[in-house]
């Protein structure tokens, strides 16, 4: 069994601060890509910002939001500056690893909302 659990969500205003964590917890042997989706209402989730080999970010984030990972505590955070309302969204984090049990998958958390107001 495989848990990622986020926090640190909430509102704020625009042009504030927050930051997301991630911890996954679980028969983990190694983890391959962490990262963070959104989904806004009445929209298809979206990638926000993934931390593998290399990061990758949303054009939409790019110089806002910063994607970090401590490997020691299977964590991932995103620090998300400058917020904008058209950040309003559930955030979720996704991670790509690997099991004890030897199986490869995609997990997913169970999203925490992000409320930027005007």
């Known amino acids: 069994q495989v848990q990622l659990v986020e926090s640190g969500g909430g509102l704020v205003q625009a042009g504030g601060s927050l930051r997301l964590s991630c911890a996954a917890s679980g028969s983990i042997f190694t983890i391959n890509v962490m990262g963070w989706y959104r989904q806004a209402p009445g929209k298809r989730r979206e990638l926000v910002a993934t931390s593998g080999g290399s990061t990758n970010y949303a054009d939409s984030v790019k110089g806002r939001f910063t994607i970090s990972r401590d490997n020691a505590k299977n964590t991932a955070y995103l620090q998300m500056n400058s917020l904008k309302p058209e950040d309003t969204a559930v955030y979720y984090c996704?991670?790509?690893?690997?099991?004890?049990?030897?199986?490869?998958?995609?997990?997913w958390g169970q999203g925490t909302q992000v409320t930027v107001s005007s």
């Open positions: 996704y991670a790509d690893l690997w099991t004890r049990g030897s199986i490869r998958g995609d997990f």
